[in-house]
Protein backbone atom coordinates (compact mmCIF):
# COMPACT_ATOMS: atom_id res chain seq x y z
CA UNK A 1 0.00 0.00 0.00
CA UNK A 2 2.71 2.62 0.89
CA UNK A 3 4.35 1.10 -2.00
CA UNK A 4 1.67 1.96 -4.11
CA UNK A 5 1.13 5.70 -2.27
CA UNK A 6 4.59 6.28 -3.33
CA UNK A 7 4.13 5.84 -6.88
CA UNK A 8 0.85 7.62 -7.27
CA UNK A 9 3.05 10.32 -5.80
CA UNK A 10 5.63 9.94 -8.03
CA UNK A 11 3.67 9.94 -10.75
CA UNK A 12 1.63 12.98 -10.44
CA UNK A 13 4.48 14.67 -9.23
CA UNK A 14 5.50 14.05 -12.98
CA UNK A 15 2.50 15.24 -14.50
CA UNK A 16 2.47 18.24 -12.51
CA UNK A 17 6.14 19.17 -13.84
CA UNK A 18 5.03 18.42 -17.19
CA UNK A 19 1.97 20.71 -17.28
CA UNK A 20 4.01 23.57 -15.60
CA UNK A 21 6.89 23.12 -18.31
CA UNK A 22 3.51 23.00 -20.85
CA UNK A 23 2.59 26.61 -19.39
CA UNK A 24 6.30 28.37 -19.42
CA UNK A 25 7.27 26.92 -22.84
CA UNK A 26 5.40 30.02 -24.01
CA UNK A 27 7.83 32.54 -21.77
CA UNK A 28 10.75 33.89 -22.54
CA UNK A 29 13.12 32.90 -24.73
CA UNK A 30 12.69 31.19 -28.03
CA UNK A 31 14.60 28.04 -27.88
CA UNK A 32 16.75 27.15 -31.34
CA UNK A 33 14.50 23.96 -31.72
CA UNK A 34 11.40 25.78 -32.08
CA UNK A 35 13.74 27.81 -34.73
CA UNK A 36 14.53 25.36 -36.79
CA UNK A 37 10.58 23.65 -36.22
CA UNK A 38 9.19 27.05 -37.47
CA UNK A 39 12.04 27.07 -40.27
CA UNK A 40 10.96 23.66 -41.88
CA UNK A 41 6.56 24.64 -40.72
CA UNK A 42 6.12 28.18 -40.27
CA UNK A 43 2.86 26.47 -37.93
CA UNK A 44 2.41 28.23 -34.54
CA UNK A 45 3.48 26.55 -31.74
CA UNK A 46 -0.14 25.63 -30.40
CA UNK A 47 -0.10 23.41 -26.83
CA UNK A 48 -2.07 21.26 -28.72
CA UNK A 49 1.82 20.41 -30.69
CA UNK A 50 3.14 20.45 -27.48
CA UNK A 51 0.75 18.28 -25.99
CA UNK A 52 1.95 15.69 -28.35
CA UNK A 53 5.22 16.44 -28.31
CA UNK A 54 5.30 15.21 -24.31
CA UNK A 55 3.05 12.25 -25.10
CA UNK A 56 5.65 11.17 -27.73
CA UNK A 57 8.14 11.16 -25.58
CA UNK A 58 6.01 9.88 -22.12
CA UNK A 59 5.08 6.69 -24.99
CA UNK A 60 8.85 6.37 -25.73
CA UNK A 61 10.02 6.23 -22.19
CA UNK A 62 6.67 3.31 -21.53
CA UNK A 63 8.04 1.79 -24.86
CA UNK A 64 11.66 1.26 -23.72
CA UNK A 65 10.70 -0.43 -20.21
CA UNK A 66 8.47 -2.74 -22.29
CA UNK A 67 11.70 -3.88 -24.27
CA UNK A 68 13.61 -4.14 -20.93
CA UNK A 69 14.93 -0.65 -19.83
CA UNK A 70 15.17 0.29 -16.13
CA UNK A 71 12.94 3.19 -15.83
CA UNK A 72 15.70 5.74 -14.65
CA UNK A 73 18.04 5.26 -17.38
CA UNK A 74 15.00 4.86 -19.98
CA UNK A 75 14.16 8.83 -18.46
CA UNK A 76 17.59 9.81 -19.26
CA UNK A 77 17.57 7.84 -22.79
CA UNK A 78 14.33 9.84 -23.90
CA UNK A 79 15.54 13.70 -22.00
CA UNK A 80 18.93 12.83 -24.66
CA UNK A 81 16.28 13.01 -27.86
CA UNK A 82 15.00 16.09 -29.32
CA UNK A 83 11.27 16.58 -30.09
CA UNK A 84 11.64 15.32 -33.34
CA UNK A 85 13.62 12.38 -32.68
CA UNK A 86 11.25 11.46 -29.88
CA UNK A 87 8.07 11.18 -32.92
CA UNK A 88 9.73 9.58 -34.71
CA UNK A 89 10.71 6.25 -32.14
CA UNK A 90 7.43 6.73 -30.47
CA UNK A 91 6.13 5.72 -34.20
CA UNK A 92 8.96 2.65 -35.06
CA UNK A 93 10.89 1.56 -31.95
CA UNK A 94 9.61 -2.12 -32.61
CA UNK A 95 10.18 -1.72 -36.92
CA UNK A 96 13.15 0.82 -37.35
CA UNK A 97 16.26 -1.31 -38.07
CA UNK A 98 18.11 -2.67 -34.75
CA UNK A 99 21.78 -3.12 -35.59
CA UNK A 100 23.08 -6.02 -33.48
CA UNK A 101 22.04 -9.46 -34.19
CA UNK A 102 23.38 -11.82 -36.65
CA UNK A 103 19.57 -12.83 -37.48
CA UNK A 104 20.92 -16.77 -38.85
CA UNK A 105 18.03 -18.33 -39.17
CA UNK A 106 18.06 -21.88 -40.63
CA UNK A 107 15.27 -21.62 -43.00
CA UNK A 108 17.49 -18.89 -45.05
CA UNK A 109 20.81 -20.30 -43.82
CA UNK A 110 21.32 -21.96 -48.07
CA UNK A 111 20.27 -18.61 -49.11
CA UNK A 112 22.30 -16.61 -47.21
CA UNK A 113 24.93 -19.12 -48.13
CA UNK A 114 24.31 -18.40 -51.80
CA UNK A 115 23.83 -14.72 -51.55
CA UNK A 116 26.61 -14.51 -49.77
CA UNK A 117 28.78 -16.43 -52.19
CA UNK A 118 27.80 -14.10 -55.09
CA UNK A 119 28.66 -10.96 -52.50
CA UNK A 120 25.29 -9.72 -52.67
CA UNK A 121 25.27 -10.10 -48.90
CA UNK A 122 27.63 -10.70 -45.77
CA UNK A 123 26.13 -12.77 -43.28
CA UNK A 124 28.70 -15.37 -42.74
CA UNK A 125 32.43 -14.38 -41.65
CA UNK A 126 33.47 -17.88 -43.41
CA UNK A 127 32.29 -16.98 -46.84
CA UNK A 128 33.98 -15.15 -49.94
CA UNK A 129 32.53 -13.76 -52.55
CA UNK A 130 33.02 -15.09 -55.93
CA UNK A 131 35.47 -12.01 -57.10
CA UNK B 1 -13.17 -18.20 -73.39
CA UNK B 2 -10.15 -20.07 -73.47
CA UNK B 3 -8.03 -17.81 -75.99
CA UNK B 4 -8.43 -14.76 -73.79
CA UNK B 5 -6.30 -17.18 -70.80
CA UNK B 6 -4.11 -18.29 -72.98
CA UNK B 7 -2.90 -14.56 -74.64
CA UNK B 8 -1.54 -13.43 -71.85
CA UNK B 9 0.20 -16.41 -70.77
CA UNK B 10 1.75 -16.59 -74.09
CA UNK B 11 2.76 -12.74 -73.16
CA UNK B 12 4.15 -13.58 -69.78
CA UNK B 13 5.88 -16.55 -71.15
CA UNK B 14 7.99 -13.68 -73.53
CA UNK B 15 8.35 -11.71 -70.95
CA UNK B 16 9.79 -13.72 -68.10
CA UNK B 17 13.68 -14.18 -69.67
CA UNK B 18 13.48 -10.49 -70.27
CA UNK B 19 12.52 -9.74 -66.45
CA UNK B 20 14.44 -12.83 -64.90
CA UNK B 21 17.91 -11.48 -67.08
CA UNK B 22 16.71 -7.41 -66.12
CA UNK B 23 16.73 -8.38 -62.54
CA UNK B 24 19.90 -10.58 -62.78
CA UNK B 25 21.80 -7.44 -64.10
CA UNK B 26 20.74 -5.24 -61.60
CA UNK B 27 21.65 -7.40 -58.55
CA UNK B 28 24.99 -7.47 -60.31
CA UNK B 29 25.76 -3.78 -60.51
CA UNK B 30 27.33 -2.02 -57.94
CA UNK B 31 24.96 0.44 -56.25
CA UNK B 32 28.03 2.49 -55.57
CA UNK B 33 28.87 4.90 -57.60
CA UNK B 34 32.77 5.36 -58.70
CA UNK B 35 34.59 8.19 -56.76
CA UNK B 36 35.76 10.64 -59.36
CA UNK B 37 39.68 10.63 -58.65
CA UNK B 38 41.52 14.47 -58.84
CA UNK B 39 45.06 13.76 -60.85
CA UNK B 40 47.21 12.62 -57.44
CA UNK B 41 44.30 12.00 -55.20
CA UNK B 42 45.34 8.90 -52.88
CA UNK B 43 43.61 5.89 -54.19
CA UNK B 44 44.06 3.88 -50.44
CA UNK B 45 44.39 5.54 -46.78
CA UNK B 46 43.62 3.69 -43.56
CA UNK B 47 43.09 4.71 -40.42
CA UNK B 48 45.40 2.39 -38.31
CA UNK B 49 45.02 3.69 -34.76
CA UNK B 50 41.42 3.75 -34.97
CA UNK B 51 41.18 1.15 -31.89
CA UNK B 52 39.15 -1.35 -31.74
CA UNK B 53 36.37 -3.17 -29.63
CA UNK B 54 35.34 -6.60 -30.53
CA UNK B 55 32.34 -7.79 -30.46
CA UNK B 56 30.91 -11.31 -31.09
CA UNK B 57 27.20 -10.76 -30.00
CA UNK B 58 24.44 -8.02 -29.93
CA UNK B 59 26.42 -5.41 -29.07
CA UNK B 60 27.92 -4.22 -32.29
CA UNK B 61 26.16 -0.60 -31.78
CA UNK B 62 28.35 0.22 -28.61
CA UNK B 63 31.60 -1.21 -30.33
CA UNK B 64 31.13 0.77 -33.06
CA UNK B 65 30.36 3.84 -31.04
CA UNK B 66 32.79 3.07 -28.80
CA UNK B 67 35.02 2.92 -31.57
CA UNK B 68 34.26 5.91 -33.34
CA UNK B 69 34.36 8.18 -30.13
CA UNK B 70 37.87 6.98 -28.84
CA UNK B 71 39.19 7.29 -32.50
CA UNK B 72 38.47 11.32 -31.79
CA UNK B 73 39.95 11.60 -28.40
CA UNK B 74 36.64 10.87 -26.73
CA UNK B 75 37.56 7.73 -25.09
CA UNK B 76 34.98 5.54 -24.32
CA UNK B 77 34.36 1.82 -24.06
CA UNK B 78 31.19 -0.56 -25.40
CA UNK B 79 30.55 -1.27 -21.57
CA UNK B 80 29.82 2.39 -20.73
CA UNK B 81 27.70 2.73 -23.69
CA UNK B 82 24.87 -0.38 -23.25
CA UNK B 83 23.00 1.02 -21.01
CA UNK B 84 23.13 3.76 -22.85
CA UNK B 85 21.97 2.56 -26.32
CA UNK B 86 21.45 -0.64 -26.42
CA UNK B 87 17.82 -2.08 -26.81
CA UNK B 88 17.57 -5.32 -25.08
CA UNK B 89 13.87 -6.00 -26.55
CA UNK B 90 15.17 -5.84 -30.00
CA UNK B 91 17.97 -7.26 -29.70
CA UNK B 92 20.21 -4.28 -30.83
CA UNK B 93 20.30 -0.77 -31.17
CA UNK B 94 18.34 2.41 -33.29
CA UNK B 95 19.96 4.55 -35.51
CA UNK B 96 18.49 7.81 -33.61
CA UNK B 97 20.26 6.06 -30.24
CA UNK B 98 23.57 5.72 -32.03
CA UNK B 99 23.52 9.58 -32.56
CA UNK B 100 21.68 10.48 -28.96
CA UNK B 101 24.45 8.36 -27.37
CA UNK B 102 27.15 10.35 -29.16
CA UNK B 103 25.69 12.91 -27.91
CA UNK B 104 25.46 11.91 -24.34
CA UNK B 105 29.38 11.51 -24.55
CA UNK B 106 30.19 14.85 -25.81
CA UNK B 107 30.53 14.36 -29.31
CA UNK B 108 27.90 15.81 -32.04
CA UNK B 109 27.05 13.06 -34.81
CA UNK B 110 26.24 13.64 -38.27
CA UNK B 111 24.43 11.81 -40.32
CA UNK B 112 26.76 12.38 -43.92
CA UNK B 113 25.55 11.66 -47.03
CA UNK B 114 25.21 8.22 -48.39
CA UNK B 115 27.99 7.58 -50.95
CA UNK B 116 31.32 6.29 -51.50
CA UNK B 117 32.89 10.10 -52.20
CA UNK B 118 31.86 11.16 -48.55
CA UNK B 119 33.30 8.19 -46.98
CA UNK B 120 36.70 8.89 -48.52
CA UNK B 121 36.35 12.35 -47.89
CA UNK B 122 35.85 11.59 -44.74
CA UNK B 123 38.55 8.89 -44.34
CA UNK B 124 40.80 11.65 -45.86
CA UNK B 125 39.60 14.46 -42.90
CA UNK B 126 40.64 11.30 -40.71
CA UNK B 127 37.72 10.31 -39.79
CA UNK B 128 36.29 7.14 -38.79
CA UNK B 129 32.54 6.61 -40.28
CA UNK B 130 30.09 4.50 -38.63
CA UNK B 131 27.91 2.82 -41.13
CA UNK B 132 24.38 0.65 -40.68
CA UNK B 133 24.56 -2.37 -42.92
CA UNK B 134 21.93 -5.03 -43.85
CA UNK B 135 24.37 -7.94 -43.73
CA UNK B 136 21.38 -10.22 -45.08
CA UNK B 137 18.61 -9.36 -47.51
CA UNK B 138 15.61 -6.70 -47.08
CA UNK B 139 13.15 -10.21 -46.40
CA UNK B 140 15.60 -11.57 -43.51
CA UNK B 141 17.13 -8.63 -42.47
CA UNK B 142 20.58 -8.68 -40.75
CA UNK B 143 21.04 -5.36 -39.30
CA UNK B 144 24.75 -4.63 -38.33
CA UNK B 145 26.66 -1.10 -37.24
CA UNK B 146 30.48 -1.32 -38.78
CA UNK B 147 33.27 1.42 -38.88
CA UNK B 148 34.75 2.59 -42.07
CA UNK B 149 38.25 2.76 -41.36
CA UNK B 150 40.03 2.80 -44.86
CA UNK B 151 39.94 2.36 -48.31
CA UNK B 152 41.83 0.66 -51.29
CA UNK B 153 39.66 2.18 -54.77
CA UNK B 154 42.58 -0.30 -56.71
CA UNK B 155 42.15 -3.53 -55.18
CA UNK B 156 38.20 -2.02 -54.58
CA UNK B 157 38.33 -2.46 -50.84
CA UNK B 158 36.39 -0.79 -47.98
CA UNK B 159 38.76 -1.45 -45.32
CA UNK B 160 36.80 -1.98 -41.44
CA UNK B 161 36.23 -2.72 -37.77
CA UNK B 162 33.26 -5.06 -38.08
CA UNK B 163 32.16 -7.22 -35.06
CA UNK B 164 34.78 -10.05 -34.42
CA UNK B 165 36.93 -9.13 -37.04
CA UNK B 166 39.55 -5.97 -36.05
CA UNK B 167 40.47 -5.28 -40.16
CA UNK B 168 37.53 -6.96 -42.11
CA UNK B 169 38.65 -6.55 -46.13
CA UNK B 170 34.83 -6.15 -48.21
CA UNK B 171 34.10 -5.49 -52.03
CA UNK B 172 33.46 -2.76 -52.88
CA UNK B 173 30.37 -4.28 -54.54
CA UNK B 174 29.34 -6.68 -51.23
CA UNK B 175 29.71 -3.15 -49.16
CA UNK B 176 27.21 -1.54 -51.95
CA UNK B 177 24.71 -4.20 -51.45
CA UNK B 178 25.12 -4.17 -47.47
CA UNK B 179 24.78 -0.81 -47.17
CA UNK B 180 22.35 0.05 -49.69
CA UNK B 181 19.51 -1.96 -47.47
CA UNK B 182 20.26 0.71 -44.78
CA UNK B 183 19.45 3.37 -47.14
CA UNK B 184 22.93 3.74 -47.10
CA UNK B 185 22.96 5.32 -43.64
CA UNK B 186 26.43 6.92 -42.46
CA UNK B 187 27.36 9.28 -39.55
CA UNK B 188 30.75 10.75 -37.93
CA UNK B 189 31.43 11.67 -34.48
CA UNK B 190 33.43 14.65 -33.49
CA UNK B 191 34.43 16.51 -30.43
CA UNK B 192 32.74 20.18 -30.87
CA UNK B 193 33.87 22.84 -33.08
CA UNK B 194 35.42 19.89 -35.42
CA UNK B 195 32.58 19.24 -38.43
CA UNK B 196 32.88 16.38 -40.78
CA UNK B 197 34.06 17.11 -44.35
CA UNK B 198 31.36 15.75 -46.35
CA UNK B 199 28.06 16.90 -44.00
CA UNK B 200 25.67 19.03 -45.61
CA UNK B 201 24.22 21.78 -44.40
CA UNK B 202 20.68 20.81 -43.04
CA UNK B 203 21.97 17.75 -41.29
CA UNK B 204 24.63 19.76 -39.74
CA UNK B 205 22.04 22.29 -38.35
CA UNK B 206 19.99 19.13 -37.50
CA UNK B 207 23.00 17.51 -35.47
CA UNK B 208 23.97 21.08 -33.65
CA UNK B 209 20.12 21.94 -32.42
CA UNK B 210 19.77 18.09 -31.11
CA UNK B 211 23.63 19.15 -29.34
CA UNK B 212 22.56 22.00 -27.28
CA UNK B 213 19.63 20.15 -25.93
CA UNK B 214 22.34 18.53 -22.96
CA UNK B 215 24.94 19.60 -23.91
CA UNK B 216 27.19 22.18 -21.54
CA UNK B 217 26.89 25.67 -22.98
CA UNK B 218 30.04 26.64 -23.66
CA UNK B 219 30.70 23.34 -25.98
CA UNK B 220 27.51 24.58 -27.77
CA UNK B 221 28.83 27.93 -28.07
CA UNK B 222 32.51 26.21 -29.65
CA UNK B 223 30.25 24.09 -31.87
CA UNK B 224 28.30 26.59 -33.16
CA UNK B 225 31.00 28.88 -33.91
CA UNK B 226 32.52 26.22 -36.17
CA UNK B 227 29.64 25.83 -38.26
CA UNK B 228 28.98 29.58 -38.45
CA UNK B 229 31.93 29.94 -40.12
CA UNK B 230 31.10 27.42 -42.88
CA UNK B 231 27.97 28.30 -43.11
CA UNK B 232 27.83 31.89 -41.94
CA UNK B 233 24.52 32.47 -43.35
CA UNK B 234 22.49 30.25 -41.60
CA UNK B 235 20.34 31.53 -39.54
CA UNK B 236 19.19 28.71 -36.88
CA UNK B 237 23.10 28.49 -36.79
CA UNK B 238 22.98 31.95 -35.44
CA UNK B 239 20.31 31.70 -33.02
CA UNK B 240 21.56 28.73 -31.78
CA UNK B 241 24.94 30.55 -31.28
CA UNK B 242 23.22 32.87 -29.15
CA UNK B 243 21.03 31.04 -27.22
CA UNK B 244 24.25 28.95 -26.53
CA UNK B 245 26.04 32.00 -25.41
CA UNK B 246 23.04 33.39 -23.14
CA UNK B 247 23.23 29.75 -21.52
CA UNK B 248 26.34 29.99 -20.65
CA UNK B 249 25.90 33.63 -18.99
CA UNK B 250 27.06 35.92 -21.51
CA UNK B 251 24.49 38.43 -22.14
CA UNK B 252 26.61 41.39 -23.90
CA UNK B 253 27.96 38.69 -26.36
CA UNK B 254 24.37 37.12 -26.97
CA UNK B 255 22.82 40.06 -27.23
CA UNK B 256 25.24 41.05 -30.38
CA UNK B 257 24.45 38.03 -32.33
CA UNK B 258 20.82 38.56 -31.57
CA UNK B 259 20.68 42.04 -33.08
CA UNK B 260 22.65 40.76 -36.28
CA UNK B 261 20.52 37.62 -36.88
CA UNK B 262 17.55 39.90 -36.18
CA UNK B 263 18.71 42.70 -38.67
CA UNK B 264 20.37 40.46 -41.26
CA UNK B 265 17.80 37.68 -41.28
CA UNK B 266 14.73 39.63 -39.65
CA UNK B 267 13.53 36.99 -37.80
CA UNK B 268 11.07 37.46 -35.14
CA UNK B 269 13.09 34.82 -32.90
CA UNK B 270 15.67 36.55 -32.82
CA UNK B 271 14.22 40.27 -31.89
CA UNK B 272 12.35 38.51 -29.19
CA UNK B 273 15.47 37.04 -27.37
CA UNK B 274 17.32 40.34 -28.11
CA UNK B 275 14.37 41.92 -26.38
CA UNK B 276 14.35 39.72 -23.69
CA UNK B 277 18.20 39.95 -22.53
CA UNK B 278 17.81 44.20 -22.51
CA UNK B 279 14.94 43.75 -20.87
CA UNK B 280 16.87 41.62 -18.03
CA UNK B 281 19.96 43.89 -18.23
CA UNK B 282 17.27 46.69 -17.34
CA UNK B 283 17.58 48.82 -20.45
CA UNK B 284 13.85 48.68 -20.77
CA UNK B 285 13.49 51.08 -23.70
CA UNK B 286 15.42 49.50 -25.84
CA UNK B 287 13.92 45.79 -25.34
CA UNK B 288 10.50 47.58 -26.19
CA UNK B 289 11.80 48.60 -29.55
CA UNK B 290 13.27 45.51 -30.23
CA UNK B 291 10.08 43.31 -29.16
CA UNK B 292 7.91 45.93 -31.79
CA UNK B 293 9.86 45.03 -34.52
CA UNK B 294 10.04 41.80 -33.70
CA UNK B 295 6.08 41.78 -33.45
CA UNK B 296 5.74 43.46 -36.49
CA UNK B 297 7.64 40.35 -38.23
CA UNK B 298 6.23 37.87 -36.01
CA UNK B 299 3.50 35.43 -37.73
CA UNK B 300 3.34 32.02 -36.04
CA UNK B 301 5.54 33.59 -33.11
CA UNK B 302 3.17 36.37 -32.78
CA UNK B 303 1.77 35.02 -28.74
CA UNK B 304 5.52 35.06 -27.73
CA UNK B 305 6.07 38.44 -28.70
CA UNK B 306 2.67 40.20 -27.28
CA UNK B 307 4.20 38.02 -23.33
CA UNK B 308 7.48 39.47 -24.31
CA UNK B 309 6.02 43.15 -24.58
CA UNK B 310 3.68 42.54 -22.01
CA UNK B 311 6.58 41.32 -19.52
CA UNK B 312 8.48 45.03 -20.66
CA UNK B 313 5.61 47.06 -19.77
CA UNK B 314 5.42 45.62 -16.06
CA UNK B 315 8.76 46.20 -15.74
CA UNK B 316 9.04 49.31 -16.82
CA UNK B 317 6.79 52.54 -15.10
CA UNK B 318 4.34 53.58 -17.80
CA UNK B 319 5.23 57.10 -19.51
CA UNK B 320 9.35 56.24 -18.46
Known amino acids: MKRF ?13 NLSMLQSAHAAMVSTEEVARLA ?3 APDSGHARLAAVLARDNVRGE ?4 GIDPASAQERVAALTDEEAANLADQIDKAPAGGIIEAILFVFFVLLV ?6 TKVFPFTRSVR | MLTTLIRPLRALRRALPAALCALLLAACATPLQPVALAPGAPTRAELV ?7 ASHFCGPAALATSLSAVGLATTPAQLVGQVFLPGREGTLQIEMLSGARRQGAVAMVIPGTLAALKQEIDAGHPVVVLQNLGLSWAPSWHY ?8 ERELLLLRSGPMRRQEMTLRTFGHTWQR ?10 PGRLPASVAE ?16 AAAVTAYRAALQRWPHNATLAMGLGNALYANGDLPAAAQVFRDAATTHRLAAAYNNLARILLQQGRAAEAKQAAEDGLALAGPLRATLLDTLRDIEVARPSGS
Open chain 1, 5 to 17: QRTLALVLCGSML
Open chain 1, 40 to 42: VTS
Open chain 1, 64 to 67: MERL
Open chain 1, 115 to 120: TDILGF
Open chain 2, 49 to 55: ETPFFSD
Open chain 2, 146 to 153: AVVVGYDL
Open chain 2, 182 to 191: SGYWAFVALP
Open chain 2, 202 to 217: PDATRALVAFERNAKP
